[in-house]
């Protein structure tokens, strides 16, 4: 069964970090690009960032370039988003999905296939 386990939210002050991780069971990761999304109440889902799987590359909303950062460790079949420099407008559902495109489909969100059940990320003081 596919599946994808976001972990890693929670409450934080502005200007705190949080690191999120998107854990796959079913399948491996290794052939997948990996989107993060994320919903805040009454708006539209939108795309964070992307790391794709053929070379690692990465792409980042401009809303959060140069705080955040996406890796993935395909020996665990994992992929993070350590948020830095949070802000209150960060404060969201965060979820990951996959993406077969290699992050072409980036950010359009539904184009994307398998999603996890979400995560919050509450910044706030």
């Known amino acids: 069964q596919v599946q994808l386990v976001e972990s890693g939210g929670g409450l934080v002050q502005p200007g705190g970090s949080l690191r999120l991780s998107c854990a796959a069971s079913?399948?491996?990761?290794?052939?997948?690009?990996i989107g993060w999304f994320r919903q805040a109440p009454g708006k539209e889902r939108e795309g964070v960032s992307c790391i794709s799987s053929s070379d690692g590359s990465t792409y980042y909303a401009d809303s959060v370039k140069g705080r955040f950062t996406i890796s993935r460790d395909n020996a665990k079949n994992t992929v993070y988003l350590q948020m830095n420099s949070l802000k209150p407008e960060d404060t969201a559902v965060y979820y990951c999905?996959?993406?077969?495109?290699?992050?072409?489909?980036?950010?359009?969100?539904?184009?994307?296939?398998?999603w996890g059940q979400g995560t919050q990320v509450t910044v706030s003081s």
């Open positions: 079913g399948f491996t990761l290794d052939y997948y690009a």
């Open positions: 999905a996959t993406d077969t495109r290699d992050c072409s489909w980036f950010p359009r969100f539904l184009k994307y296939d398998y």
